[in-house]
């Protein structure tokens, strides 16, 4: 099947998940609201100690041309107004997001047999809610989000070292998504 020496067939590798007995039903629902049922499920997910970051989640972005792109970040709020992230505009997914304002979350919590998905369209807050969130960040995380250039390489520890970073502005660094939720 494989040419490769190095392939592996996983075909047979699969994970017993509950019975049809147990299966989940739309009547289990806390609410239809999906942003509530979110806070239900996200309450759940918090009180798991299996769950070590309940809001990480996976975001996918595409170009204009439609080539997608997948990375984890930190759900960072979320209202019936949207779900909150922060990202660099001058990233890779910041620049897709530029081009193209739709986005797909997606949480997966292995403990509790659950998986979200949120797709929509992505806009930027006001400026100063991403300043007020900046500052809000670790010192050393600032610093890190201020001398590297995020979606490049660091060519070595003495650019970070030696990068000046004490006139440093921050920049508006906060997208939000919302719209359609789905419950996979």
């Known amino acids: 099947m494989f040419a490769d020496s190095t392939a592996m067939d996983l075909s047979g590798m699969r994970k017993k998940y509950k019975g049809d007995e147990e299966c989940f039903e739309e009547n289990q629902l806390v609410s239809l609201d999906p942003i509530k049922q979110f806070g239900d499920w996200f309450d759940q997910a918090t009180k798991c100690p299996e769950i070590g970051e309940p809001n990480a989640m996976c975001i996918a972005t595409s170009t204009k041309e439609g080539r997608p792109s997948a990375r984890m970040v930190l759900l960072k709020g979320y209202s019936d107004e949207g779900f909150r992230f922060f990202t660099n505009y001058e990233s890779r997914k910041g620049g897709e997001l530029e081009s193209n304002p739709y986005a797909c979350l997606c949480f997966y919590w292995e403990p509790i047999n659950r998986q979200i998905r949120i ?17 809000s960040r670790p010192k050393s995380s600032q610093i890190g989000a201020i001398v590297s250039r995020q979606s490049t390489a660091v060519p070595d520890r003495n650019m970070i070292q030696t990068t000046s970073w004490c ?17 996979l």
Do not use: A, K, W
């Open 167 to 183: 006139h440093y502005t921050p920049y508006s660094v906060l997208l939000v998504c919302s719209n359609i939720m789905e419950y």
């Open 119 to 135: 797709e929509g369209n992505v806009e930027r807050i006001p400026y100063q809610s991403s300043c007020d969130y900046f500052h």
